[in-house]
């Protein structure tokens, strides 16, 4: 007996302190944590922001709200000037855009004791990233966040936020199994494009809520080092998700399927900032990416103006591709293409078992009913909503090209220098034109900038018609997954009236069979269910998920 309690209390003792050990390394790893904390050249703190007539300006700095809704910035200098000035002229931006997406963090993570735990363990994570941020776009996210609130301190100062706020789109991809990331583009020039120029098209599929995407912000750069360029994001974002620069190179981001990390490396929309403010050809722009090591697997389609083509810089955190298409158009939606990837198992598993092969494949063949390619009918290939053959697979299903998720839509024309943005709902709003042209030679934000007479119109029948369904459709959601949870009942016209709303929609039947099913009542589970599997369902893994469901 005696020695069994001495073998029990040295079992125990092994692990108490196994566990002290492992806390004193995390604390360790804690307080050796190097954010990159830069030191700025110039004291921003005293400038101030002056309005006038509806557009706001500060030192080398204006911002603009255009009739659309499309927020403008004109941002110039040194990384603390172009960081202050969009701190100063965009700091409401900023508390709403931040407001937003803690909010939506909260809903996941209510406690204010378990945040300060989740920040204690990204600085762990992250623990390098002084060394992996340039230093430049250290300089500006700190000069950024010397103008942001500290209602927020529980889950980092304001510069630990916003520099980690630029993992959240590489987060996404990690999630990629909940679409909060599943963009879709192409490109097309020589005979695939009306007038032989290049064209690039693409869906921004990056969701977190309709509030995200409220405040749309587009900025116009005149860095002091490297080339001016135009990226479209929101307030805070340094980083480029999609863009162009003065030489007609474009860049858009795509996830890929990849194993992440076991610690923090670059964003991947600081390595596009990068490429974009300092490539001018497509050689440039891979070297650039050659040398960075990133978070997460991406495909990065760049345009060439110059070199009158488009190709793919396929990368994972332990290797780079460059894909180039045989023809002259090439698409891009989740997964890889190159040799390099092409029969990677983790790229054939992402291929099986998403939505990502009936995208690409759906948009080779608007493509090629669409060719040759100008900006108008690239539009009409973004907004298109039914499935291959036009099969009608509901609004909003995964496999559409347009989703009704989309935080932005770009076309680009960079052998003019020209660039068409969606304005809300998703892509269903008119794209309005700028020419960069004009716009680089520009010091004054005062007036329109964009071209009226080149904007491409709204989708008028999917506004009139469709967009109150989709809106009811998404509420309906929300209201079911309410009742599954709380217990309530609901009435049979409600139920008739969310199948009207999206009747050919897979996930109308799979939220009814879930209702049926938390109520107990398995034979209504059993026939939507199977509705639901006679529907086109989005992925293999959904699709095996609601048979399982079925057997049991």
């Known amino acids: 007996m005696h020695n069994t309690m001495k073998y029990i209390k040295w ?52 911002l603009r709200k255009n009739e659309f809704g499309l927020w403008e910035i004109r941002l110039e200098g040194s990384p603390e000037q172009i960081g202050a000035a969009q701190g100063i002229l965009a700091r409401d931006l900023l508390y709403y855009q931040e407001s937003v997406f803690v909010r939506q963090i909260r809903e996941i993570i209510p406690s204010d004791s378990y945040l ?29 966040s010397l103008f942001c609130t500290d209602e927020f301190d529980q889950i980092g100062t304001p510069y630990e936020r916003q520099l980690n706020y630029h993992a959240a789109h590489d987060i996404g991809h990690t999630m990629q199994d909940y679409m909060l990331v599943g963009c879709s583009s192409f490109a097309a020039w020589g005979t695939a494009s009306a007038d032989s120029t290049l064209i690039v098209g693409r869906n921004f599929d990056f969701y977190v809520g309709d509030e995200f995407a409220e405040n749309k912000l587009i900025s ?39 194993t992440p990390p076991l610690t923090g490396a670059l964003p991947i929309s600081l390595l596009a900032r990068e490429i974009l403010q300092y490539a ?17 697997s991406e495909s990065l389609l760049i345009g060439s103006a110059s070199e009158k083509k488009a190709v793919l810089i396929e990368k994972t955190p332990q290797k780079i591709a460059l894909y180039e298409s045989p ?70 299903n995964e496999k559409a090209i347009n989703q009704s998720i989309a935080h932005h839509s770009v076309i680009f024309n960079p052998d003019r220098l020209q660039m068409w943005v969606s304005t809300a709902p998703w892509q269903d709003g008119a794209y309005i034109c700028y020419d960069l042209n ?11 900038i964009h071209e009226q007479a080149l904007s491409i119109p709204a989708d008028s029948m999917f506004l009139k018609h469709d967009y109150p369904q989709v809106c009811y459709y998404r509420a309906s959601c929300l209201q079911i997954k309410k009742a599954i949870r709380s217990g309530e009942m609901l009435n049979s016209d409600f139920i008739a009236a969310f199948i009207r709303s999206n009747p050919n929609h897979y996930y109308v039947y799979t939220l009814l069979g879930d209702y049926f099913d938390s109520r107990a009542e398995k034979e209504q589970a059993y026939y939507y269910w199977s509705k639901a599997v006679g529907c086109e369902v989005p992925s293999l893994r959904e699709l095996k998920h609601l048979n399982k469901k079925l057997k049991r």
């Not at 939606?333 to 990502?356: C, G, V, W």
């Not at 759906?362 to 499935?387: C, Q, V, Y």
């Not at 004009?438 to 329109?448: E, H, V």
């Open 11 to 62: 079992i125990f003792g092994s692990i108490f302190l196994l566990i002290f050990s492992f806390i004193c390394f995390l604390t360790i790893l804690f307080w050796q944590a190097d954010m990159g904390v830069p030191a700025i050249g110039a004291d921003v703190t005293g400038l101030q922001k002056h309005t006038a007539d509806g557009y706001a300006f500060c030192q080398g700095g204006m």
């Open 116 to 144: 300060r735990f989740l920040r204690f363990f990204t600085i762990i994570f992250n623990r390098n990233f002084g060394n992996l941020v340039p230093e430049e776009f250290r300089r500006e996210i700190y000069a950024l």
């Open 220 to 258: 116009f750069v005149n860095p002091d080092h490297g080339y001016r360029y135009v990226s479209i994001g929101w307030a805070g974002m340094i980083g480029v998700l999609s863009g162009m620069n003065e030489n007609g190179i474009t860049i858009t981001l795509n996830a890929a399927k990849g």
């Open 280 to 296: 001018a050809t497509v050689d440039e722009a891979y070297q650039i990416a050659q040398s960075r090591k990133t978070f997460v």
């Open 327 to 396: 023809a002259d158009w090439l698409v891009s939606t989740n997964h890889y293409q190159s040799e390099a990837f092409r029969n990677d198992p983790e790229n054939l598993k992402n291929i099986e078992m998403s939505d990502s092969k009936y995208r690409f494949d759906r948009m080779t063949e608007l493509l090629h009913n669409a060719f040759p390619l100008t900006a108008l009918k690239s539009a009409d290939i973004l907004r298109n909503r039914t499935g291959l053959h036009n099969r009608h697979i509901g609004l909003a």
């Open 438 to 448: 004009k716009i680089f030679g520009l010091t004054d934000f005062s007036s329109p």
